[in-house]
């Protein structure tokens, strides 16, 4: 079904002035990596977010972080962990603010904890799999794969609730699905929000790599392809025939091999990580 380009520019106008990705997570995964300037301006852009600082000292004092010295301020939490791994607990811990518009059962097991389980296992599982030392990247892809999904469900919620009931009901696909409902899907709807919005090309690039034939994808986007399916195998949102032939596709595309055994530490892999822990007491 083809996308409507009348309607997507005028879902664009109405969202343009809404904050549903927070500004300083734009500003922080725009920052450049790993240097002093950079760690700077990440410590000026959080602490002055009172609830985001509590959530990171909350996490930098947890028993995967903390290495038995109490962290008591950004700055140590930033010096001590590496500017890569406090910008994924940035965007953990601000996750709620991104998914808040789908605060019901359905939204949130198929769309918000998909996300972060993609985005924890594509950060854990990164440079293992693929040879990428990108897992800060890793996490932020996997997290805003689905940004389309949560902008049509913050554009008509009780729409965006049919088409989830459609989906989960018939296993079909979700964007022929949406394209009924909204005249357009999730794919185009996050790509042409996340340009409106200025996110950096790395990451409007991961948003449309999910949804492009193999050849077109980056291997970021060919290995967080593989991280949505693998994570919906394991339970983190539904695993239709259509997402079993595309694991299995995209796998041979990776030339990646994997049995039962990698699949069930998956599962129990994402459930020990703390940042995703965390994620479900928000």
């Excluded at 049919?162 to 022929?176: A, H, M, P």
């Excluded at 986007?221 to 239709?240: C, E, H, I, N, P």
Aim: hydrophobic fraction near 45%; proline fraction near 3%.
């Amino acid at each position: 079904m083809p996308v409507s380009r009348e309607k997507l520019q005028e879902y664009l106008d109405q969202i343009k002035d809404l904050t549903i990705i927070p500004p300083v997570l734009i500003q922080v995964v725009s920052l450049p990596d790993d240097n002093e300037m950079s760690f700077k301006e990440m410590a000026n852009m959080v602490q002055s977010d009172q609830i985001l600082t509590t959530r990171l000292l909350k996490l930098a004092n947890s028993p995967f972080y903390n290495r038995g010295n109490r962290i008591t301020s950004l700055r140590d939490v930033i010096v001590r962990l590496g500017f890569r791994i406090v910008r994924s607990m940035i965007f953990v811990a601000m996750s709620d603010s991104i998914f808040q518009q789908g605060n019901y059962r359905k939204f949130r097991d198929e769309v918000w904890f998909h996300s972060i389980a993609t985005g924890v296992f594509g950060a854990n599982e990164c440079e293992k799999v693929t040879g990428l030392k990108e897992p800060d990247m890793a996490l932020v892809g996997g997290l805003l794969q689905d940004l389309g999904k949560i902008i049509l469900n913050t554009i008509d919620r009780k729409k965006y609730i049919e088409v989830l009931n459609e989906f989960l009901e018939s296993g079909g696909d979700i964007r022929e699905i949406e394209v009924k409902h909204f005249s357009v899907d999730h794919a185009a709807m996050g790509v042409a929000a996340a340009r409106m919005w200025k996110l950096p090309d790395v990451v409007v690039r991961i948003i449309a790599d999910r949804h492009l034939d193999a050849e077109k994808r980056t291997p970021m986007g060919t290995y967080l392809t593989f991280a949505d399916l693998a994570v919906r195998k394991v339970g983190f949102g539904s695993f239709t025939p259509k997402h079993e032939s595309d694991m299995l596709t995209v796998m041979a595309d990776m030339d990646f091999k994997a049995d039962d055994a990698f699949f069930a530490k998956i599962k129990q892999d994402i459930e020990n990580d703390e940042l995703f822990k965390f994620s479900l007491t928000l």
